[in-house]
């Protein structure tokens, strides 16, 4: 009897056993299938599996805070940017010349383009209409458009409210300057550049720049020039006491990014995580870039070095130039930071 009970109790562990075992392997292998779908299927998975930690930065509509120097008591950020992945988003790229836009732009013919099916335009060459309006003709697409554009900031929620991704990019406030002075005289290496006749065409005088400041000329050191940074995400047309302080919120309440034209790397692999329906593949691409010949053909021609004295004028007198610019870099920094993305591991090796 007692035998009869042991074995009843030896065949339903063994029973219960073998339900088990299936019940694990039926578990493992949908755990293969659902993750074969992710990887498959939804964009930005593989930056997930790479970065486990940042998945509140890309994965899906996230909203995403910094932590800055300025933020509130709590650690939060007073604006927030919301990060859709997919589908692709309408893309505009308002930026100033000279910072390096023209490096993105190639990036985004490649990538953007031929691999993720998004147009890419500009408003470089306009006929009948202002670079405002082709902006705002292109967000009323229903395919979604990488924009190039030197137009300053304006609020385009009234032509489309949703799925647009504001980027943009600054540079050294002197250092732009100094390049912009000099493109205007001598251009790049592009040969092709469509804008070197209208230049030529000019006939501006080949004085240095910094001659050109010691002498006050209103290309190099007026009030509008001087204030180009600022102006560009001002936005508003005009000079007002409370830029410095507009442009900030609009930087951390309307823009995705806003890089710096020192940190390239970092700019192209915070695009591609943040936005990779649009970018995913740029970082490698702009490796490849820059072990090529290509992107010294975008240096401006002969420019010279300011003498220590000159910048340091400059310097004063841009003061306010150089708050926002460093705003822009702690933010940047932050952003970096939160993505797990640093300057000391280079993905280009």
Known sequence: MYFIAGAKRIVQQEHAYHVLRYLIVFFMVGTV??????????????????SPNTDDAYMGLRTWRLHSSEDGNDGTRSGEHTVNASPPPFVLFNVLPKTGSRTLTLIAEEIAERRHGVAVEDTMLLQNETRLHKIERLLKRDEPVFIYSHEPFADLSHVRREGVEYISLVRDPIDRLVSLYYYRRYGDGNPDDPFKQEMRSRNLSKESFEDCVLRGGGECVSEWMLRKTLMQFCGGRHWRLDCLSNAKRVIREKYTVVGVTEDYLGFVQVLERLIPGVFRGSTRFYCDLMKSDILDTMK??????????????????????YELYDFIKKEFAALKRKLNIFSEVDPCI
């Open 300 to 321: 401006t021609k002969n420019k010279t070095v300011l003498s220590d004295p000159v910048r340091g004028q400059l310097k004063r007198e841009m003061e306010l130039e």
């Open 33 to 50: 299938i659902w993750i074969l779908h992710l990887w498959t299927w939804h964009p930005t998975f593989p930056y997930l599996m790479r």
